[in-house]
């Protein structure tokens, strides 16, 4: 089956593209949460049975038979329509099927739900259901280009996969670097510092980083202690009497400085 992704371009002209969550997702997250409210249903059920059964004999305003059923009614409508309210607003999105399924509910324009929206698109869920097992909202779904319900359609919503982060691959230096255990904090430089370096510096530190493993270790020693003698001054630091580790250590931590002020600039 083909995949259907909804393009989103923000107000910085960044585009966002995201997998629309289709019927069978969709369905295995209802049915989950639906699994979940009948326990508390059943359970909110039991639990006043046993209240009244205790209150012998009943107050007053619970001695007509049609009170305590009211009471369910309404308490059970509460827990039913405000358990999606609250979890799709106060989850990002996601009750907890959603979350387990993996999707999440959004604005058509990328932004979180909204309150305003979360309610509307809630209340709309009773006409959804009609005339009965969501018998509306499935065929919805199911013929809408954007996989939608009327719920969706009225609070400008949209249901989308999770955006899950790719795990980036590591370069032979930034694994050099982690191995190395070194970070930017191992050298503090202020901003007059950092305006010192110059895009020639930048061009220098990042070759010598890329290269680095790949360079012969005599070869190596040789370059890291001219571009030492080159950058070292720059920051107060002095070459003199350092290890090849050492000044080797302190390039690196300068190109992981320089890195954030000049590999999108160039």
Same mark, same amino acid.
């Given at each position: 089956?083909?995949?259907?992704?909804?393009?989103?371009?923000?107000?910085?002209?960044?585009?966002?593209?995201?997998?629309?969550?289709?019927?069978?997702?969709? !369905?295995? !997250? *209802?049915?989950?949460?639906?699994?979940?409210?009948?326990?508390? @249903?059943?359970?909110?059920? %039991? %639990? &006043?049975?046993?209240?009244?059964?205790?209150?012998?004999?009943?107050?007053?305003?619970?001695?007509?038979?049609?009170?305590?059923?009211?009471?369910?009614?309404?308490?059970?409508?509460?827990?039913?329509?405000?358990?999606? +309210? *609250?979890?799709?607003? +106060?989850?990002?999105?996601?009750?907890?099927?959603?979350?387990? %399924?993996?999707?999440?509910?959004?604005? =058509?324009?990328?932004? #979180?739900?909204?309150?305003?929206? #979360?309610?509307?698109?809630?209340?709309?869920? &009773?006409?959804?259901?009609?005339?009965?097992?969501?018998?509306?909202?499935?065929?919805?779904?199911? +013929?809408?280009?954007?996989?939608?319900?009327?719920?969706?359609?009225? !609070?400008?919503?949209?249901? %989308?996969?999770?955006?899950?982060?790719?795990?980036?691959?590591?370069?032979?230096?930034?694994?050099?670097? @982690?191995?190395?255990?070194?970070?930017?904090? @191992?050298? &503090?430089?202020?901003?007059?510092?950092?305006? #010192?370096?110059?895009?020639?510096?930048?061009?220098?530190?990042?070759?010598?980083? @890329?290269?680095?493993?790949?360079?012969?270790?005599?070869?190596?020693?040789?370059?890291?202690?001219?571009?030492?003698?080159?950058?070292?001054?720059?920051?107060?630091?002095? #070459? !003199?009497?350092?290890? =090849?580790?050492? &000044? =080797?250590?302190?390039?690196?931590?300068?190109?992981?400085?320089?890195?954030? =002020?000049?590999?999108?600039?160039?």
């Amino acid at each position: 089956m083909k995949e259907d992704y909804l393009d989103i371009k923000t107000p910085e002209y960044v585009a966002i593209q995201f997998q629309i969550a289709g019927l069978g997702s969709r !369905a295995a !997250a *209802f049915i989950i949460d639906q699994a979940l409210l009948m326990l508390v @249903n059943i359970l909110s059920i %039991v %639990v &006043l049975y046993f209240v009244m059964v205790g209150m012998e004999p009943l107050p007053v305003f619970l001695s007509h038979s049609s009170f305590p059923v009211a009471i369910v009614i309404i308490g059970l409508f509460i827990i039913n329509w405000g358990y999606f +309210f *609250f979890f799709e607003f +106060f989850s990002g999105g996601r009750t907890l099927g959603k979350k387990i %399924v993996g999707i999440r509910v959004i604005q =058509e324009n990328g932004h #979180s739900i909204t309150l305003l929206a #979360s309610f509307i698109r809630n209340l709309i869920r &009773l006409i959804d259901s009609l005339p009965t097992a969501y018998f509306l909202g499935i065929i919805m779904i199911f +013929f809408h280009p954007k996989h939608k319900r009327l719920g969706d359609l009225v !609070a400008g919503t949209i249901v %989308v996969h999770e955006r899950k982060a790719k795990k980036k691959k590591l370069t032979p230096i930034e694994k050099e670097i @982690n191995l190395r255990g070194l970070s930017q904090n @191992n050298l &503090l430089l202020d901003e007059w510092t950092l305006k #010192s370096f110059t895009s020639k510096d930048w061009k220098l530190v990042s070759t010598y980083a @890329n290269r680095f493993t790949q360079l012969p270790l005599k070869e190596r020693n040789q370059l890291t202690k001219q571009i030492a003698d080159i950058l070292l001054p720059k920051t107060g630091l002095d #070459s !003199a009497g350092k290890t =090849e580790r050492e &000044l =080797e250590d302190m390039i690196l931590i300068i190109y992981l400085i320089l890195k954030d =002020e000049w590999e999108f600039e160039l």
